[in-house]
């Protein structure tokens, strides 16, 4: 298996009623978790850079990594450039060898929105690379803070013309998530997801998926969800977890070095993205 186009493996999902996990890497450690994880479970998975974690790594750094290690696995893999507003950096991702990426104009006037989005669809197009937009908004960005705000949800009626106007390949949509972190467990329109998934042939991507109950994973899923974000949650496990390593080896008087840190952050990444891979419904899907 190696690197591979997304709206290809996620028509395979939207045909077979699952969904991938995408998952936000900022770390080696991150990439080998997520794609150990794939391996295991034999599962096609997605892994994202957001435009956001720039300050945190930049794109010419981890990006050829993220390439590499997709053309070395085991099962199928996207390699996604997220929540994309500066095109340069888009098109440099698409240079690197991502085979998706996103264009964020949520927050723009509908007309721009679309006017954008079909810019970066011709840019695409040179690299035979997908595209996902976003309409309607889940609060904050896709930074893993705490999120409080309203979102807008997207109406089918536009979606279906939003898609029909643009070529766009994958459609976020908001149905009641949010990104980062909850602080109030969010109410979610099934009925509006379901109408969404019937006016509009392409694959549905859930933003906003850390603190959901399996449960509603799996009715998002049997609703149309055929992509779904998650990165939060699993940044806050890893960082709880390697705590957690860090005060017992001090309790019991022994001495923790940079490589072991690097194992538990792998190991954590594995665990959760392998638990996620089985709700999702992609596993064994490779």
């Excluded at 690379?129 to 309203?150: I, R, Y």
């Excluded at 979610?188 to 969404?196: A, K, T, V, Y």
């Excluded at 860090?246 to 019991?252: A, D, P, T």
């Excluded at 952050?265 to 064994?284: H, Q």
Aim: net charge negative; charged share 30%; hydrophobic share 40%.
């Amino acid at each position: 298996m190696t690197l591979v186009n997304t709206k290809k493996v996620l028509m395979e999902a939207k045909k077979g009623k699952y969904a991938l996990g995408a998952f936000n890497v900022t770390t080696l450690d991150a990439i080998r978790g997520v794609i150990a994880a794939a391996e295991a479970e034999n599962s096609p998975v997605i892994m994202e850079y957001a435009e956001v974690h720039g300050d945190i790594i930049d794109l010419n750094t981890i990006g050829p990594i993220m390439v590499k290690e997709a053309k070395e696995a085991k099962v199928p893999v996207v390699v996604h450039f997220d929540h994309g507003q500066n095109l340069d950096l888009i098109k440099r991702a698409l240079e690197i060898g991502f085979t998706s990426v996103m264009i964020d104009g949520a927050e723009l006037a509908y007309e721009e929105n679309i006017a954008l989005t079909k810019k970066v669809v011709e840019m695409a197009k040179e690299y035979d690379a997908s595209v996902e937009a976003e309409l309607g908004t889940m609060g904050s960005s896709e930074s893993g803070e705490e999120v409080s705000g309203e979102a807008i949800y997207t109406d089918p009626a536009v979606a279906k013309d939003f898609v029909e106007k643009t070529g766009v390949d994958l459609l976020a949509v908001s149905f009641g998530t949010a990104h980062g972190l909850y602080i109030k467990k969010p109410v979610l329109d099934f009925e509006r997801l379901e109408e969404l998934s019937r006016v509009t042939p392409v694959p549905l991507v859930m933003h906003g998926g850390s603190g959901l109950s399996d449960e509603e994973y799996i009715e998002s899923v049997s609703k149309g969800v055929c992509k779904i974000n998650y990165y939060s949650d699993l940044a806050n496990k890893v960082a709880k977890e390697v705590t957690k390593k860090l005060c017992q080896y001090q309790e019991e008087g022994k001495d923790a070095y940079i490589h072991d840190i690097s194992k538990w952050s792998i190991d954590v990444v594995k665990e959760d993205v392998s638990s996620r891979i089985k709700v999702f419904g992609s596993a064994g899907k490779a």
